[in-house]
């Protein structure tokens, strides 16, 4: 997907929340609003996703609308959201449903949660308002917001609970699980095993393609992990919950993977179970990257495009294996990458495609461009590109095939390697 010739390098606030809906299997969302709403969801489904269920053939996707159009946005429809409602509620297959509105139909100042309010006792599962004005910003804005409603609407009560001794279960917070496809299942297995080096339990992963009952599993928890995707809600997850919280980093790459496992362990109270295990994990791994880096990577000329926290892991990611950086497009305008004024290279949070820095970095002589999908923003590129990160459209995952932790360190080096190992594309007209 991409935003077209001398367009933001960013992506809608709503599309966020699609993916965030994708990720819950039976969650649904029905927005006010006309059938462009359904639109949206083919880029993701099929696309990015070929394992999304957004859409199914018998047409009760889990995108609904009201239909409403010009005309009848200025006529109160309240019955209108309440019937569909109603409808997706008594789906055997619907676990939870999001309402939320197109800026046409927000402001005639319809109150969505009002309307979930006058259902109360005829709605068996859990309908939760997402306020159309906090849905401003891009696509990581409308993720996290979906994750903080998800605090707010599967029933919390903020009591906080007595708990003894160190932390034996954890719930996962703020983890960006944009497709179900086998690389962000191995995600989740390499951030399972993590947690289990260190003696905890992973009751549930917000989110991880579980299903609405399994996120509810939180209330269980001693301990949330928050992910950089969603802090916001962990911390309104602790206080309800009652459980400790701990901030830390994505760990993609070998620096930010320790930093991870070295957070929770002291969160937990078990910090030298912690450096035991990072230990074992790099006396693992370091020999595999030790013959490779030198003879593919060092002094290989890389760009980067991405989120901003997949842009700070590889970073590190660079520097282990000698790459040298010639510059980053960060393709979020909300979150810039942090201290980016002081490094060495072009970093622009999300430019337009067309703008002079933009071709600056992709005209630059360089040997890989680890990018998302940007084929219709670039032609004629002259050096190979590995496709990474949300969206990929031509790059799916068969296999479990993590990029985070370190199972997902020698996997992401492993693709860098056949893209560096293989021909140079011509260039194209």
Same mark, same amino acid.
């Given at each position: 997907?991409?935003?077209?010739?001398?367009?933001?390098?960013?992506?809608?606030?709503?599309?966020?929340?699609?993916?965030?809906?994708?990720?819950?299997?039976?969650?649904?969302?029905?927005?006010?609003?006309?059938?462009?709403?359904?639109?949206?969801?083919?880029?993701?489904?099929?696309?990015?996703?070929?394992?999304?269920?957004?859409?199914?053939?018998?047409?009760?996707?889990?995108?609904?609308?009201?239909?409403?159009?010009?005309?009848?946005?200025?006529?109160?429809?309240?019955?209108?959201?309440?019937?569909?409602?109603?409808?997706?509620?008594?789906?055997?297959?619907?676990?939870?449903?999001?309402?939320?509105?197109?800026?046409?139909?927000?402001?005639?100042?319809?109150?969505?949660?009002?309307?979930?309010?006058?259902?109360?006792?005829?709605?068996?599962?859990?309908?939760?308002?997402?306020?159309?004005?906090?849905?401003?910003?891009?696509?990581?804005?409308?993720?996290?917001?979906?994750?903080?409603?998800?605090?707010?609407?599967?029933?919390?009560?903020?009591?906080?609970?007595?708990?003894?001794?160190?932390?034996?279960?954890?719930?996962?917070?703020?983890?960006?699980?944009?497709?179900? +496809?086998?690389?962000?299942?191995?995600?989740?297995?390499?951030?399972?095993?993590?947690?289990?080096?260190?003696?905890?339990?992973?009751?549930?992963?917000?989110?991880?393609?579980?299903?609405?009952?399994?996120?509810?599993?939180?209330?269980?928890?001693?301990?949330?992990?928050?992910?950089?995707?969603?802090?916001?809600?962990?911390?309104?997850?602790?206080?309800?919950?009652?459980?400790?919280?701990? +901030?830390?980093?994505?760990?993609?790459?070998?620096?930010?993977?320790?930093?991870?496992?070295?957070?929770?362990?002291?969160?937990?109270?078990?910090?030298?179970?912690?450096?035991?295990?990072?230990?074992?994990?790099?006396?693992?791994?370091?020999?595999?990257?030790?013959?490779?880096?030198?003879?593919?990577?060092?002094?290989?000329?890389?760009?980067?495009?991405?989120?901003?926290?997949?842009?700070?892991?590889?970073?590190?990611?660079?520097?282990?294996?000698?790459?040298?950086?010639?510059?980053?497009?960060?393709?979020?305008?909300?979150?810039?990458?942090?201290?980016?004024?002081?490094?060495?290279?072009?970093?622009?949070?999300?430019?337009?495609?067309?703008?002079?820095?933009?071709?600056?970095?992709?005209?630059?002589?360089?040997?890989?461009?680890?990018?998302?999908?940007?084929?219709?923003?670039?032609?004629?590129?002259?050096?190979?590109?590995?496709?990474?990160?949300?969206?990929?459209?031509?790059?799916?995952?068969?296999?479990?095939?993590?990029?985070?932790?370190?199972?997902?360190?020698?996997?992401?080096?492993?693709?860098?390697?056949?893209?560096?190992?293989?021909?140079?594309?011509?260039?194209?007209?």
């Amino acid at each position: 997907m991409s935003e077209g010739h001398g367009r933001p390098m960013n992506f809608p606030t709503l599309l966020g929340v699609y993916l965030a809906v994708n990720a819950i299997p039976d969650a649904y969302i029905l927005g006010d609003g006309p059938d462009c709403l359904i639109y949206k969801s083919h880029f993701i489904h099929g696309r990015h996703d070929l394992a999304s269920t957004l859409l199914r053939i018998s047409g009760r996707h889990r995108v609904a609308f009201s239909n409403v159009c010009s005309r009848g946005v200025v006529k109160e429809h309240d019955e209108i959201i309440r019937r569909q409602l109603r409808t997706i509620d008594g789906l055997k297959e619907s676990g939870l449903v999001f309402v939320t509105a197109l800026p046409m139909c927000s402001i005639t100042g319809v109150d969505y949660g009002r309307i979930i309010r006058s259902l109360a006792g005829r709605l068996q599962k859990p309908a939760i308002d997402l306020p159309p004005d906090s849905l401003i910003g891009d696509w990581l804005d409308g993720y996290g917001q979906v994750l903080s409603a998800l605090v707010r609407g599967l029933g919390f009560d903020g009591k906080a609970k007595a708990r003894k001794g160190p932390p034996k279960k954890a719930v996962i917070v703020g983890y960006f699980m944009d497709r179900n +496809e086998a690389d962000h299942l191995g995600n989740l297995a390499e951030l399972r095993r993590m947690l289990s080096a260190l003696g905890l339990e992973t009751v549930s992963v917000w989110l991880g393609g579980e299903p609405a009952a399994a996120l509810k599993r939180a209330a269980e928890a001693d301990l949330v992990v928050s992910l950089p995707y969603g802090r916001a809600a962990a911390r309104a997850l602790a206080r309800a919950a009652g459980a400790k919280l701990v +901030e830390t980093e994505l760990p993609f790459g070998l620096p930010k993977t320790e930093r991870f496992l070295r957070d929770v362990g002291k969160a937990a109270g078990r910090a030298k179970q912690a450096e035991a295990f990072i230990a074992s994990e790099l006396s693992r791994v370091v020999p595999r990257l030790k013959w490779i880096a030198p003879q593919y990577f060092l002094n290989r000329r890389v760009a980067f495009m991405g989120d901003p926290y997949l842009f700070e892991g590889f970073l590190d990611i660079a520097e282990d294996l000698g790459l040298k950086m010639e510059g980053a497009i960060v393709r979020s305008k909300g979150i810039p990458a942090a201290g980016h004024e002081e490094r060495p290279f072009s970093v622009l949070c999300a430019p337009r495609s067309s703008s002079p820095e933009v071709r600056r970095i992709v005209q630059a002589p360089l040997d890989l461009f680890v990018t998302c999908w940007c084929e219709q923003d670039f032609h004629g590129l002259r050096f190979p590109t590995l496709e990474f990160g949300f969206p990929s459209y031509r790059s799916h995952a068969l296999y479990e095939r993590p990029f985070l932790g370190a199972n997902g360190m020698l996997a992401f080096v492993e693709r860098m390697a056949d893209k560096l190992c293989a021909p140079r594309p011509e260039r194209r007209g």
